[in-house]
């Protein structure tokens, strides 16, 4: 019963859409009415409010951390072990993905599942962002950088921690990571993904709702 408890607690961790919080504290528009109409800090950068970006891409990696850093300070009390572990940080996972709180109109994941390979192993957390900035600073397709990151994480859990099941915890977030790009993945087929502006100074302007993405796509 215990488990269970943890393992819903981490969901309704994971159910705060940190891109519709910040975005009510800053009196900007719901991000998913406008833009990709992703609640994360990519469409919250399209009003122009980088501050804001900045804070619910904290926020949504900040949760993953905390809801298995907890649970893990909390193990030998509760008597959790692995499995409940990696239950409990997939749930925070799925919970970002389809928050009970919005409807179930979740983001892709990629800040909290950053947060959450933090608190796992640094090891992981480190090759999983070094693959994601080669990616970019190479190519400039954010979506493409995510992607990579995520099964590099993989293979990085695999090789760092062996098959157990905070192995499978991984396996399962890059496959549900990898299926919420899947529209960005059939651009970058069709060679119409948008690519990245490195250092560009200025603001990026609002983009009006109904339209698609044309530029930045940082999930």
Given at each position: ?219
């Amino acid at each position: 019963m215990t488990q269970i408890l943890f393992i819903a607690v981490a969901y309704l961790i994971g159910s705060v859409s940190f891109a519709v919080v910040v975005s009510w504290c800053y009196g900007l528009p719901d991000p998913h009415t406008y833009g990709s109409r992703n609640p994360g800090a990519t469409n919250v950068l399209r009003t122009g409010r980088k501050e804001a970006a900045v804070l619910t891409l904290l926020g949504d990696a900040a949760k993953g951390a905390i809801a298995l850093s907890l649970a893990k300070r909390l193990a030998l009390e509760f008597n959790l072990d692995e499995f409940t572990l990696a239950a409990v940080a997939l749930a925070t996972f799925i919970g970002h993905l389809y928050p009970l709180y919005f409807r179930f109109k979740g983001g892709k994941g990629v800040s909290t599942a950053a947060g959450i390979l933090l608190a796992l192993d640094l090891r992981v957390a480190g090759v999983a962002l070094i693959a994601w900035l080669l990616t970019i600073v190479a190519l400039r397709y954010s979506s493409l950088a995510s992607i990579v990151a995520a099964l590099a994480a993989t293979m990085a859990t695999l090789y760092f921690l062996g098959w157990n099941p905070f192995a499978v915890m991984v396996l399962i977030m890059t496959t549900l990571l990898l299926w919420r790009h899947r529209t960005n993945m059939k651009r970058l087929l069709d060679g119409t993904e948008s690519r990245i502006t490195l250092f560009r100074g200025g603001s990026t302007p609002p983009i009006p709702s109904g339209d698609e993405p044309k530029s930045r796509e940082v999930p």
